[in-house]
């Protein structure tokens, strides 16, 4: 019989609007709630990268803006 390892994560989400010059853009960050380890993101498209790749899924996102995978700015 095979057994399978089964693994959790956990974050805690928060979602904010921000303007800049021409039009509202969304900030994401997350926070792990077992360390306090926060993270921020400058577009959602940047979150859904670090969570494909906290499962393991990688994918071929690249922030338009050039900014960093885990930007903090917010």
């Known amino acids: 019989m095979t057994r399978t390892t089964s693994r959790y994560i956990s974050y805690l989400l928060r979602l904010w609007q921000v303007s800049d010059s021409r039009q509202p853009v969304w900030r994401a960050m997350v926070e792990d709630p077992r360390s306090g380890e926060q993270r921020g993101f400058a577009s ?7 969570l494909c790749d906290q ?4 994918t071929d996102i690249v922030d338009a803006e050039g900014g960093d995978r885990d930007d903090q700015s917010g």
């Open 44 to 50: 959602p498209e940047l979150l859904f990268a670090f």
């Open 55 to 58: 499962m393991g899924r990688r």
